[in-house]
């Protein structure tokens, strides 16, 4: 059974930074992907960036191309999204997900229960 553990987010002012982390345990499977999903009040959930262990291949949601950086320890288990130019539209909560490759960060109304782990969420508040 995958275990995650996140860390990271919290609150900040718009155009401000916070980082989030996850790392993941347990696994069977390789290669997998570690990433992150966000779901706000009356918004539909959203894939907000994976990273893959075959090769260290990477996705973005349009939403935070050119602000949001994810990356992996060298052991490939623990990622960590570096998010900058916050704005309030990235308010919500974050969930760490690992599956077995990025391909379903990209596909709209995938379910928590579609995934091989998913995390309880931090939350990330920006202020306007």
């Known amino acids: 059974e995958v275990q995650l553990v996140e860390s990271g987010g919290g609150s900040v002012q718009a155009g401000g930074s916070l980082r989030l982390s996850c790392r993941a345990s347990?696994?069977?499977?390789?290669?997998?992907?570690i990433g992150w999903f966000r779901q706000a009040p009356g918004k539909e959930r959203e894939g907000v960036s994976c990273?893959?262990?075959?090769?260290?291949?990477?996705y973005y949601g349009d939403s935070v191309k050119g602000r949001f950086t994810i990356s992996s320890d060298n052991a490939g288990n623990t990622a960590y999204l570096q998010m900058n130019s916050l704005k309030p539209e990235d308010t919500g909560l974050y969930y760490c997900?690992?599956?077995?490759?990025?391909?379903?960060?990209?596909?709209?109304?995938?379910?928590?229960?579609?995934?091989?782990?998913w995390g309880q969420g931090r939350p990330v508040r920006v202020n306007s």
């Open positions: 997900v690992v599956d077995k490759g990025c391909a379903w960060w990209k596909i709209e109304g995938m379910l928590p229960s579609d995934f091989e782990a």
């Open positions: 990273i893959s262990s075959r090769d260290g291949d990477t």
């Open positions: 347990g696994f069977a499977f390789d290669p997998y992907a």
